[in-house]
């Protein structure tokens, strides 16, 4: 495992069994970045037992009940479970147990909690590798594989703007639930990837956009097609309002600069992808001149 910021102390435990290092230290601020269920937010309450300073917990667009209406605010309303004990995250149930997650984290540390509500997260050595493929894949040029309708809705963050932007909330003591999506809507699939096109495709590279009831019948999903907004039922959350965020200091860089420092990033180090993310270059091209005769 590669360790970020040797000069750091680093404590390492499960969050899911051993907290047994955090009871001796105090920490000036807590920053949750990976609670799924309520149970992990409260035992981490637990073993601080109040000296995890400012707490700051880490959420999702995906807590707002779907569909929502283009450029809602943070008081749209929420995902409820019908079960709220259930600890298995799936796509029904995960932004249910987020929403839990956010109260948990309330209840436990009170009014002055910061809860940041994210889309999809992106920049250089994302282990996801969902942005990652659509640069990689226009990079290399030819025929591309664009899903959906261009206008579908999506919003990103650099993962580097979100992390000052919400250690400069801890330190300015601003509680609140805030949005961290950008740019404000409407932005659709197809600027992102006119992005991307214009800052790493070589000549002659061209996007084909495929219908998503196509592509559905022939078992892609958000996952071979990342980030693809046809792909999630709940892609009307990736039309968010980011304007409390940016009135609190949030800064998001230029798209195009992103992309230029991820593809970089990815020629010296490139990101091991994960199993069924992408298309390959054959099924790539077999859905392309299937979409072309039919």
Known sequence: MR???PEATHLVGDRNHDLSLLPGGEWDATIDVNAYIPRQVRSL???LDGRGGRQLYISTVSVYRTPVAPGFAEDAPLVELDDPTVEEVTDQTYG???VLCERAAIDAHGPDTTVIRPTYVIGPHDYSYRFTYWVDRIARGGEVLAPGD???PIQVIDARDMATWGIGLLERKAAGIFHAVSPPPPFGFGHLLDAVATEVAPAGTTLTWVDSDFLHAAGETDSSMPMWPGGDPGSDASAADPAAA???GLSPRPLRQTIKELL???RASPTSIPTGVGLSAERE?????RWARR
């Open 3 to 5: 360790t970020c910021f």
């Open 45 to 47: 309450a637990e073993a």
């Open 96 to 98: 249910g147990l987020k």
């Open 150 to 152: 261009p206008t579908d």
């Open 246 to 248: 940016n009135a609190t």
């Open 264 to 266: 970089a990033a990815e």
């Open 285 to 289: 091209a077999d859905l392309l001149n």
